[in-house]
């Protein structure tokens, strides 16, 4: 029977963790996801969960005693945040270009310099083409479930990948809410008993992991990925909505909120979404017909979905938390605007970066600028940033 | 066209299936010197095939009897650990 529980995010990705008992976990303290793997490792501490914890050295270790176990065949997660999602990259895009379904849950933190410690999407961001699936959480209650579906996702057979379920540092971490559970029992029957698609110590069938591929069959697996994420994109929508009748909670690749009938949205990621459908009921008050498109999916990016929910917008205004030098606005923003047609006015906020406050009254201010700009014939800079000071 | 499989039949992930399959690729052509066997001056003591990283050193009967050069790189290791009394084995360009 499902209960509802005060968690922290933090607390919510230990709590599924423990409910899937997964084989092996690497382990390595980042502020701040020190607490969700801390809270996992009591778990195991208190026998709890039989998973083999590996306290290793570095998040480079980590993720190379993923790959490791992973390739074994052992059920494998690991969690981590900025400097360590970057120090781990090199051996991240190995994990994905071998095909090894591990989950990890990645709380969002600013990378160096200056040193910063608050929330915004720059480490993840980092390794959007590592070939990651990446799904971004609006609350602790979908990092609980995130966490879970990431299992099933990852591990189907015409999936296998790697699967970052991003959190908002302290935002989500850190904030205490109710989160629904459907305890340890209901969580493994979903995401069942794990069949590897190849185990390196099966010595009966011996198999070679990591080999040299050169001019000959290297682009072949480059070309295998992509279409690994294109089938993932069915696969995320089919567990999202398997999920749901078994919780109530259905999820897919997009959310929209009073999208239907709206002239102006906001696109976003993560716990801001939240703050979005705030600011957007309270501007709805003041007759803006104003809407919210969650994008739960970065890695599969939803384009055609995302393009389908904002065709008949006229303004939407396209929010990064992280940043492209060189580049006006952020991969969010590009992305959409890459998908999107017509005569829909498409308008970059960079925001948050180091985990600057973004409150429900910015994002009403964001969408009196679109509906100003509805109005306007001229189109000024389609590059803003929010919060920022000159 | 190539008789290599397409992105769609090959294995995923760069995994092998097949073990010893590494038989089937010919590194040989990587190879700069080649090591060359006197086998009047060899004593047999194996220290070129305990050592050769390829696995290239051919044995039979307990005894040196050549290379294998489909698959010998030239790295000279056999060259180098070849007790200096017999220098059994010398690195010669491979033309």
């Known amino acids: ?390 | 066209m190539s008789d290599l499989l397409g992105w769609k039949n090959m294995p995923i992930g760069g995994i092998i299936f097949e073990s010893g399959s590494s038989r089937r690729y010919v590194t040989g052509g990587w190879r700069t010197y080649k090591p060359v066997h006197a086998l009047e001056r060899c004593i047999h003591c194996l220290r070129c095939w305990i050592l050769c990283p390829d696995s290239a050193v051919l044995v039979e009967d307990g005894r040196v009897v050549g290379f294998d050069y489909d698959h010998c790189k030239g790295c000279g290791i056999c060259a180098r650990e070849c007790p200096p009394k017999c220098h059994a084995i010398e690195m010669q360009l491979d033309r």
């Not at chain 1, 490792?41 to 208190?46: A, E, K, L, P, R």
């Not at chain 1, 005693?65 to 074994?72: L, Q």
């Not at chain 1, 991240?92 to 071998?98: M, V």
């Not at chain 1, 991003?166 to 971490?173: E, M, T």
Request: a negative charge; one cysteine or more; proline letters at 4%.
């Open chain 1, 1 to 390: 029977m499902a209960k509802r529980v005060p968690m922290t995010g933090n607390d919510a990705g230990a709590e599924a963790l423990k409910d899937v008992n997964p084989d092996v976990a690497a382990v390595f303290p980042i502020t701040p996801q020190t607490e969700l793997m801390h809270q996992f490792s009591s778990y195991v501490h208190d026998g709890v969960v039989d998973t083999e914890l590996i306290l290793v050295e570095s998040e480079h270790s980590a993720q190379s005693a993923c790959f490791g176990a992973a390739s074994a065949g052992a059920r494998t997660v690991t969690a981590t945040s900025s400097q360590g999602l970057l120090l781990m990259a090199e051996i991240c895009a190995i994990t994905a270009a071998t095909r090894l379904p591990v989950v990890m849950p990645v709380v969002n933190r600013a990378i160096s310099a200056p040193v910063n410690i608050g929330c915004d999407h720059s480490d993840s961001m980092f390794l959007r083409d590592a070939g990651w699936i990446q799904l971004y959480c609006e609350n602790s209650q979908e990092v609980y479930d995130t966490v879970l579906q990431a299992f099933r996702i990852g591990e189907h057979k015409e999936v296998l990948l790697p699967v970052m379920v991003c959190l908002d540092g302290f935002i989500i971490s850190h904030t205490m809410e109710g989160v629904e559970l459907i305890g340890s029992e209901a969580a493994r029957q979903f995401v069942g008993e794990y069949a590897p698609a190849f185990r390196l110590l099966d010595t009966a069938k011996p198999i070679t992991v990591g080999p040299l591929h050169l001019t000959d069959y290297y682009f072949e697996c480059k070309r295998q990925v992509v279409e690994a994420m294109q089938n993932a994109r069915r696969v995320i929508g089919e567990v999202g909505h398997e999920y749901g009748r078994l919780t109530g909670r259905e999820y897919g690749l997009i959310e929209p909120y009073r999208l239907d009938d709206a002239e102006v949205a906001i696109v976003a990621l993560g716990s801001t979404c939240g703050t979005a459908k705030v600011a957007a009921d309270r501007a709805r008050e003041k007759g803006i017909r104003a809407g919210v498109l969650k994008v739960r999916s970065f890695r599969p990016f939803p384009g055609e979905e995302i393009a389908a929910a904002l065709r008949h917008v006229g303004a939407a205004a396209v929010l990064d938390r992280s940043i492209s030098y060189g580049l006006p606005g952020g991969p969010l923003f590009h992305e959409v605007r890459s998908f999107v047609q017509g005569g829909i006015r498409l308008v970059s906020y960079v925001y948050g970066l180091g985990g600057r406050d973004i409150t429900p009254g910015d994002l009403q201010g964001v969408f009196a600028d679109l509906a100003a700009t509805l109005r306007s014939s001229e189109s000024d800079g389609a590059y803003r940033y929010i919060g920022l000071r000159e």
